[in-house]
Structure formats: C-alpha cells, structure tokens
C-alpha cells in the first residue's frame, strides 16, 4: 500500500488532454513537501518528467505541467501523443517516514 | 553529462545475497547522495536506501535488516547487497542520484530531493 495514492490507470485519445492525480496526506504532499513525476516508457529506466510540482527539466516539452493543492497533486498532460503512452509515478516527502523515498503505485497511461 | 552504469549477478538461488554496483561517469561523485530503488515485475518503485561519499546511509525500514550500501571514492562507486533473498526480491534495481536537494522544506523539515539521473537497470532473478 502506497503512502501516496494514484489511480492504475487513465486513457485518452491522441489530442486530448489528461490528468494524472497524486492523493498524499498531512504527513507528506499536505505538509508543503514538494511532489515530482517519473515517466517510464516500456522496458526503461524512469525520467524525471516535472520537480518541484510544476518544472520541468531540460527537453521535456511544455505539453507536460505539474499542479499541487492541499493533499494532492497532478501531472496534466495535453495534445496527447502515442509516444506518452507510459507509466508515470509521483514522489514526494513524508514526515512520518522521514524519507524522500515515498512513491505513488504508478499510473499506466494508454493512448487509444 | 552524467551516467550511471550498473552490473552485477542476474540470477540468484533463495538465501543467497543481492550484490549490485554503480559507476558514476561525468560528473561529481561527492556532491551527492545516491540511491538504490528497485521494481518488481508489473509493479511499482520501490526505495531500497541511499548513501553519500563519505558512507552515510539510510535505509527503506522494511529493508533495512537485509541491506548494505556501501561507497568507494576512489572508484566513484557505490554498491548494494541483500542477503536472504527470497522470490520476493525479484526486481529491476535501479541506481540513481539525488539532485535538488532542499535541506529543510514543507512544515517539517527533511532532507528533500528527487532522482534526476537514473541507471539502465538490472534485473535480479531469484529462483532455485
């Protein structure tokens, strides 16, 4: 059971717009921690996608965005590509745990 | 630019130890913590620990009793071993460096980061 939650998986056609949720608590998202997204092409390693809720890294396009409001965060992604299709997992801080080291379960996202 | 690159043993028999390490190419080996995260088949990350240069560790507590990270300076190197493994441990383990280090962030306090360079990953099977 993951300390931050997300849901297994969300769809949408090319073109569109989704949204990837990351469900914390007081311990964590809800105590300012700063929350990042992973995005995991098959059969790779994970890239860092989105730091400090809403930046990204170098090369990573500006169709990907990053929100965070109360216990929760979001990755958005837009104009949808079949190349998007991945896992993405959210990362975060818990104070409870004292460690950076807290993922989400992952979300597996299909482009239709 | 910053690459990691990782090998160790592929196939281990239950009870036997996990033994993995990573080689940091490029850049800096001492500004940094570096971890170990591992990824079960069809499954999520998992953090396993993390050390820095000078050998501080700290481990994932359901972890902790099996794992060492260990570092070694003068080859830019850190490694990790689990002993007693069992099926469960069956994963691709994945070396990685913290960057963005806050040292106090949110209400709390705590060392934040996020893993901004990654290994290709090797996959541990354990089978007897």
């Known amino acids: 059971q993951s300390v931050l939650t997300q849901p297994p998986s969300v769809s949408g056609a090319p073109g569109q717009r989704v949204t990837i949720s990351c469900t914390g608590s007081?311990?964590?998202?809800?105590?300012?921690?700063?929350v990042h997204w992973y995005q995991q092409l098959p059969g790779t390693a994970p890239k860092l996608l989105i730091y400090r809720n809403n930046n990204r890294p170098s090369g990573v396009p500006d169709r990907f965005s990053g929100s965070k409001s109360g216990t929760s965060a979001s990755l958005a992604i837009t104009g949808l590509q079949a190349e998007d299709e991945a896992d993405y997992y959210c990362q975060s801080y818990d104070s409870s745990l004292s460690t950076s080291g807290v993922f989400g379960g992952g979300t597996k996202l299909t482009v239709l | 630019q910053v690459q990691l690159q990782q090998w160790g043993a592929g196939l281990l028999k239950p009870s036997e130890t996990l033994s993995l390490t990573c080689a940091v190419y490029g850049g800096s080996f001492s500004g940094y913590y570096w971890s170990w995260i591992r990824q079960p088949p069809g499954k999520g990350l998992e953090w396993i620990g993390e050390?820095?240069?000078?050998?501080?560790?700290n481990y994932s507590p359901s972890l902790k009793s099996r794992v060492t990270i260990s570092v070694d300076t003068s080859k830019n190197q850190f490694s990790l071993k689990l002993s007693s493994v069992t099926a469960a441990d069956t994963a691709v383990y994945y070396c990685?460096?913290?960057?963005?280090?806050?040292?106090?962030?949110?209400?709390?306090?705590?060392?934040?980061?996020?893993?901004?360079?990654w290994g290709k990953g090797a996959t541990v099977t354990v089978s007897s």
């Open positions: 050390i820095n240069h000078s050998g501080s560790t």
């Open positions: 990685a460096r913290e960057g963005g280090v806050v040292y106090w962030s949110g209400y709390y306090g705590g060392r934040t980061y996020y893993m901004d360079v």
């Open positions: 007081s311990s964590n998202i809800g105590a300012d921690y700063d």
